[in-house]
């Protein structure tokens, strides 16, 4: 079974950082680009990072950009979200999946079940 586990969440102030881990069992992580995506409540989920198979081509959505680092490590089979100035509107759960795209959860081979970033003074 192919499943993805997002750890590193947490609560923290303005101004301050949290890296996410994306850990893969079950399959081979270098075999697929890996898509971060957050959800705010009552908000749709949207794009916020994603990394090519190798590490080598990366993108970030226009919010994040110059604040967040997307790093993968295939060795130990895990992508990390480095996020840096955090920001009170980065609150939300913050989901990796196989893939760049947003689309429904079921249509992606693997996608994680999500880790809390809260932001808040």
């Known amino acids: 079974q192919l499943q993805l586990v997002e750890s590193g969440g947490g609560l923290v102030h303005p101004g301050g950082s949290l890296r996410l881990s994306c850990a893969a069992s079950?399959?081979?992580?270098?075999?697929?680009?890996i898509g971060w995506f957050r959800q705010a409540p009552g908000k749709e989920r949207e794009g916020v990072s994603c990394?090519?198979?190798?590490?080598?081509?990366?993108h970030y959505a226009d919010s994040v950009k110059g604040r967040f680092t997307v790093s993968r490590d295939n060795t130990k089979n895990t992508v990390y979200l480095q996020m840096n100035s955090l920001k009170p509107e980065d609150t939300g759960v913050y989901y990796c999946?196989?893939?760049?795209?947003?689309?429904?959860?079921?249509?992606?081979?693997?996608w994680g079940q999500g880790a809390q970033v809260t932001v808040s003074s």
């Open positions: 999946a196989t893939g760049c795209g947003i689309k429904r959860p079921d249509q992606y081979d693997a």
């Open positions: 079950g399959f081979s992580l270098d075999r697929y680009a």
């Open positions: 990394i090519g198979n190798d590490g080598v081509w990366t």
